[in-house]
DNA sequence: GCTTTGTGCAACTCGTGGGTTGCAATTCGC
DNA sequence: GCGAATTGCAACCCACGAGTTGCACAAAGC
């Protein structure tokens, strides 16, 4: 099993503009943090600081090419987050249909 | 069409542990703010204020009942993000799999 | 070897978000 | 109608996160 992970760092991590930014580029290609500072309105130092947070909970990986350091988009975290949520958006769903039906049990009747 | 919305803030409302803790009791049960605040260790405006920002982004819906106002937990909203998530992440992942399949055409031969 | 290009690290500013307390307003029980 | 319980609103604190600048370090290019 996949150790069923903390769906709250993933979900700060997408909860920022630029860093969804520099997920749609590095979805497009693998690029460096000079790349992107490069298509970003913000400094590559920053870049830097969200690479690493993106990292830290696994939406990107690196590979160090010469002196550059390239990064690329991993879809499959995102997709284990996307499952989790919708499992536990059926579960509330469930609840309020089955309420809703008790509802017009009583009134049907 | 269901407009597309934004991801990231319904990400950032996923991305405090409170929240969560909140979500969860409210796909349990509907309850009020005072009867989350007995719940969580936070005072009862600190509830109020994040059950405010859940409303804001759809996870969540309130009904009066005199004096009591009952929140409850929507999973159809977050379904909705779980696919856009989703999407994006195969977007990703195939571009991937292009990439290998495409290394290894070359190295085979 | 020396310059250039790209990365890594540290210190700092500034805004915002999570949390608190206090008080006014509303509604139920009796 | 009055007191008790709940909700609503406002001001305030504090920590953390996004961004910056500056400089040191490493690896190509010539």
Redesign the interface.
Known sequence: MTTALD??PM??A????TR?RILEL???ADRSASDLAELLPVSRQAITKHLQQLEAVGLVEHERVGRAVRY????????Q???R??T?????????TRLKDLAESLTDE
Chains 1, 2 share one sequence.
């Open positions: 769906p709250v979900c700060a997408l909860a920022d503009e969804w590095l979805g497009e690329r988009a991993l879809g499959a975290p995102l997709s987050l996307a499952g949520l919708d536990i958006a059926r579960g509330w769903e469930r609840r309020l």
